[in-house]
């Protein structure tokens, strides 16, 4: 009876072990590109195009299977070009409620591209971090990041902070 017990308890144990991980995975998180500066719901400017555009061209071959954008105009835009290269929906997401789409993130398979704002970005960032250094909110000019979130099957993660012309 002793030895059930164990056996059952070791086997508890070890199966609970095994859905706490979670697959190895690159998550990409961006600010939307430049946008026009004529509503609250803008479209991108010609500098945000060009900047989509090279966005796309960066991702292409990190084999991004989910884009998750909030549903503005500017945000879902500038996913377009990747949505159309790895021909993938865009899948909206609250920002307003990051715990869910980090859940969503850590449980999904495959690599990833987050596109915010610049008052939202860091806020998403900086669950990956861990006890590192925190990620202050983008200023109304900074575009150019791109923060790359490794996350590891051990459940550890870790960001690195480049610019675009970095890639």
Request: net charge neutral; hydrophobic share 35%; proline share 1%.
């Amino acid at each position: 009876m002793k030895n059930n017990i164990i056996a059952i308890l070791t086997f508890l144990v070890l199966g609970f072990a095994c859905t706490s991980k979670q697959e190895a995975k690159t998550i990409y998180i961006v600010r939307h590109a430049e946008k026009m500066l004529d509503s609250d719901n803008p479209q991108l400017n010609v500098a945000g195009t060009v900047r989509s555009k090279k966005l796309g061209q960066i991702l292409s071959d990190k084999q991004i299977i989910h884009a998750f954008s909030t549903n503005t105009i500017r945000t879902i835009a500038t996913l377009q070009p990747i949505s159309n290269i790895a021909g993938i929906a865009i899948e909206t997401y609250d920002s307003q409620n990051h715990d869910d789409l980090v859940k969503e993130l850590r449980k999904r398979k495959g690599n990833a591209v987050v596109v915010g704002h610049s008052n939202t970005v860091h806020h998403l960032v900086n669950y990956f971090v861990g006890d590192g250094e925190k990620y202050s909110e983008l200023s109304d000019i900074e575009y150019d990041f791109i923060f790359e979130v490794r996350l590891e099957e051990d459940g550890s993660s870790s960001v690195k902070r480049s610019l675009y012309k970095e890639y």
